[in-house]
């Protein structure tokens, strides 16, 4: 049987173990494409949304010649903008929601 030090230090290496996980997927990126191309997401490891690349198929698939790059520039930054900002209010209403059922105490790793 385990006394309570060796439980201990166990937790300890798993919480390191996790934070270093969780860490390393906040680095990594995940690349997804759709459109045979046309369309690249980018997310972390964490499933945050990081970018987004548009060709000019995508816009116009019939004559992809006719779409200027400041356009998809402009299509791909309003794309990113709503959905960092789709994110943050999911994360912002999540973290109301459980603070509501913890009463205000904050448990690690919930939010």
């Known amino acids: 049987m385990m006394n309570m ?3 201990m230090q166990k937790a ?3 919480q390191k173990k996790f934070k270093e996980t969780q860490e390393e997927l906040e ?7 759709a ?10 490891g964490q499933g945050k949304f990081s970018s ?3 060709k000019p198929e995508a816009i116009n698939p019939s004559n992809p010649q006719s779409v200027d790059a ?14 960092k ?3 943050t209010n999911a994360n912002n209403q999540m973290e109301t929601k459980m603070k509501a059922i913890t009463g205000g105490i904050s448990i690690p790793g919930l939010f």
């Open 5 to 7: 030090m060796q439980v």
């Open 12 to 14: 300890q290496k798993m």
């Open 27 to 33: 680095k990594s990126t995940i690349t997804a494409t």
């Open 35 to 44: 459109g045979n191309g046309a369309v690249t997401a980018v997310v972390s």
């Open 52 to 54: 987004i690349k548009l």
């Open 70 to 83: 400041d356009t998809i520039e402009m299509l791909e930054d309003l794309i990113t903008q709503a959905f």
């Open 85 to 87: 900002e789709a994110t």
